[in-house]
């Protein structure tokens, strides 16, 4: 058998289907959907958060995003709000009714976030945070889990292989591009490794055309690619105003560019699967 013995398509022989009942309607991530998810990349404010998410679930997302305790390559850069951003997230879930995504940093968080939050993500600096990938093996609850700056596919997937020998199988992985020479762009996204999972995993994958870039412009053309090479949804920031924001402004996208990219990436999504 492979390594990774339970992330393996041999273990099981059919994609997994992962359901979030926590929203207004079950959220399903894994073949045959496109999910998105969407939002700025940090909470910011409690009167900009929740106008960015009423925008989107009127357009179409399926959960928000927001970062509360950030990781930030500088100390002296903006690292969230914490706990007073959650509560802004809690009431942008009540008024939208979308299911929440935030990054868990720390094993100190998990009693905070995990009985909050919707949908635990790891980032790519803890995707070999064993300690912190055994304890979310333990709950009952969505890890996206995403891809290290330059971890190999198979290093991935036994990171993803700690959480589902914990017990929990419902693991999404996120490929946001790997650390290469190309300088031009933030990150080289992998496209080839989301056609690649689907032949070696029946784990759900998305793509985070956002941090795998690092430039709005280059978000739609890989979320296009991403949803061709058969992903199974998006992770995009978007943000009313990106030169005022304090996280990431420079990949995220305006609500009327977000627009536009859904529009794109539903259509390709209905032509794979009409394949």
């Known amino acids: 058998m492979k390594p990774f013995k339970l992330a393996s398509w041999d273990r099981k022989g059919s994609y997994t289907h992962i359901k979030i009942d926590s929203g207004a309607e079950p959220l399903l991530i894994g073949e045959g959907y496109c999910t998105i998810i969407a939002g700025p990349c940090a909470v910011e404010s409690e009167e900009g958060y929740l106008q960015i998410a009423r925008f989107l679930q009127e357009a179409g997302a399926h959960a928000l995003r927001g970062g509360l305790f950030k990781p930030r390559t500088s100390p002296y850069s903006f690292k969230g709000l914490g706990r007073e951003g959650l509560e802004i997230m809690l009431e942008a879930r009540r008024i939208t009714g979308l299911p929440l995504v935030t990054e868990i940093m720390d094993v100190r968080d998990l009693e905070l976030l995990g009985d909050n939050i919707d949908i635990l993500q790891v980032g790519s600096r803890n995707m070999q945070n064993y300690s912190l990938l055994e304890e979310l093996g333990k709950l009952h609850k969505p890890i996206l889990l995403k891809r290290g700056l330059s971890a190999t596919i ?20 996120c490929e946001r591009g790997i650390r290469t020479f190309e300088s031009y762009l933030r990150n080289t996204v992998d496209i080839g490794a989301v056609a690649l999972l689907k032949e070696l995993s029946h784990l759900p994958v998305i793509v985070d055309p956002s941090h795998a870039t690092g430039k709005w412009k280059m978000v739609t053309p890989v979320a296009r690619a991403a949803i061709a090479a058969g992903a199974d949804g998006l992770m995009v920031e978007v943000h009313p105003d990106p030169d005022r924001a304090l996280s990431d402004g420079k990949q995220s996208l305006t609500p009327e560019n977000f627009l536009k990219m859904y529009e794109q990436v539903s259509r390709i999504s209905r032509l794979v699967k009409n394949l």
């Open 154 to 173: 198979e290093e991935w997937l036994l990171a993803a292989e700690y959480v589902l020998d914990g017990g929990n199988p419902h693991v999404i992985l």
